[in-house]
């Protein structure tokens, strides 16, 4: 009886690990295959509003305004927008000096979404076609608002742009880059070639203004990428996903900053996945295959947790069902190569051996992760820089 039992639960862990691991290989084959699609040159010009939340970012928020401000575009076509939540005064006096509209916030409860949410309540008024969102450690190009514009012509109201890492310094840092990588080719390249919405990733993100101004009000979460992400999604807007205008973001150098950005990643994403479980009826009936398709990606274990588990359980069946380990070491194989094929190809020749060392301790912090995870879904966490 209680070994029958066992079965089951090996069975149906099985199954969920498996749709988890199938739609991880599917989407990283496809990614391979991905074609970005070449958007003209126009002469209609949109209007941009460049949002900056900056939580003590004092280190690093004069790079990312010098690169916001210096662009090919039309000065009197863009606006510079810095909410500067507990930074120091001597660096808002520096950035009052500089051609933006500088917002301070001495919040008790500080987030990113009710930053974005104080900012875009400020500016409503005015004539914006498109939000643009940065993180204060990014920089863009100088022809950056140039080709958004292109692309915003078409009348695509979401973009997700390329977000790769500006800096590989340390082996904590590379996982981070590579796995970044790896999520830009499952989710987004892998999602635009089979024909769904790209995945958000908080920044390097554009949005038609009037539907961001009406939406950011319902982000609350320490994941308002997400929220956004599932609000586009339940209402058919597809997010386009632009992999050659690079977004470059500054990458975590030491475990425990990673450790601790991750937590509250996981918590978002149980966060998510209650709430778009509830809407599953709504978008059956209404057909909506992107919002299926988020919902299932929802339920799925990040990858260094889905690594852990079924590498686990090929070891511990190997000693006590031997046959039954054989499928479980399938699995792991498969998802092994789904993620290796889904880091470039260049990060994978100079880096792997860095990547592969740094993953058995990821892997053990995101597992311990999952029990401490109450209340981090509203909880906003300060990456530390340098």
């Not at 210096?70 to 939540?85: G, N």
């Not at 933006?100 to 005015?126: G, P, W």
């Not at 022809?143 to 082996?171: C, F, P, V």
Request: glycine share 4%.
């Amino acid at each position: 009886m209680l070994q029958g039992f066992i079965h089951i639960i090996e069975y149906a862990l099985y199954i969920y690990l498996s749709v988890s691991v199938v739609y991880i290989a599917i989407f990283s084959v496809a990614s391979h295959f991905f074609k970005q699609k070449k958007y003209p040159e126009t002469d209609i010009l949109q209007r941009f509003v460049v949002f900056i939340p900056a939580y003590k970012e004092d280190t690093v928020i004069h790079a990312c305004v010098t690169s916001a401000l210096c662009q090919t575009y039309p000065a009197e076509l863009y606006d510079v927008v810095v909410i500067s939540d507990h930074m120091q005064p001597e660096i808002n006096a520096l950035l009052r000096k500089e051609r933006i509209t500088l917002i301070e916030l001495q919040e008790k409860e500080s987030s990113k979404a009710k930053a974005l949410r104080i900012a875009t309540e400020q500016v409503k008024d005015q004539v914006y076609d498109y939000a643009v969102i940065l993180d204060a450690d990014n920089l863009i190009s100088h022809h950056y608002l140039h080709e958004l514009n292109k692309i915003a012509s078409q009348g695509i109201k979401a973009i997700q742009t390329h977000r790769k890492a500006k800096n590989m310094n340390t082996d904590t840092a590379i996982l981070d880059a590579a796995i970044e990588e790896m999520n830009n080719s499952i989710f987004r390249r892998g999602h635009i070639r089979l024909g769904f919405s790209s995945a958000l990733i908080g920044s390097g993100m554009a949005f038609d203004f009037r539907w961001f101004a009406q939406n950011i009000i319902h982000a609350y979460s320490a994941g308002e990428d997400k929220e956004l992400e599932e609000l586009l999604l339940r209402q058919g807007i597809h997010i386009e996903y632009i992999d050659t205008l690079d977004t470059l973001d500054e990458k975590v150098q030491q475990p425990a900053a990673m450790r601790n950005q991750r937590r509250r990643w996981i918590a978002t994403q149980l966060f998510l996945a209650f709430k778009m479980g509830s809407n599953l009826p709504s978008a059956l009936l209404n057909r909506n295959g992107d919002y299926l398709l988020k919902t299932l990606q929802a339920f799925i274990p990040p990858r260094s947790i889905l690594l852990g588990l079924i590498g686990i359980f090929s070891f511990v069946l190997s000693i006590f069902a031997p046959l039954s380990s054989i499928k479980w070491w399938i699995l792991f194989i498969l998802l092994n190569i789904s993620l290796y094929i889904a880091i470039p190809s260049t990060m994978r020749h100079k880096y792997v051996g860095k990547i592969i060392r740094q993953s058995p301790y990821f892997i053990v912090a995101m597992i311990v992760n999952l029990f401490h995870l109450k209340g981090m879904a509203r909880k906003f966490t300060h990456t530390q820089h340098g």
